[in-house]
């Protein structure tokens, strides 16, 4: 049987609302050590905000400015039945850093290019 993206993603994901502000988004991506962050708007995914924008801002602007002037909007996103093969060709076709792993509109996990090679779970496409 083939391994589905929900065996392979990483479902240690950090969110917050679209109306918080900079400095609480940047404050949760330190505190669960990640580099992104998930922003949710009415519980629907709406983009991901990165710590490196974050950090440019000055303490006044992160303190007034709400995640959503910061989130990029363009996400690939991926079921968590697919077939991870098929998250690994959206992957390298897409020339992306990693995949949202959505369920009825909400995030649930991250398939990143080394979800696809932990030990004992490689996933690899040959070419055809």
Known sequence: ????????????????????YAAEALRLMTLWRRPWIFVLDCNELIGIAYAKDMERLSQSLLREQDVREHLKTN??????????????RMLRLGRREFLTVVKDGCPIGII?????????????????
């Open 1 to 20: 049987m083939n391994m589905r993206v929900y065996d392979i993603m990483d479902s240690r994901i950090a969110t917050v609302s679209a109306n918080d």
């Open 75 to 88: 996400l690939l996103a991926i079921g968590p039945d697919a077939d991870a093969q098929e998250a690994e």
């Open 112 to 128: 990143t290019p080394d979800s696809l090679t932990r030990p004992g779970q490689t996933v690899s496409l040959q070419a055809s």
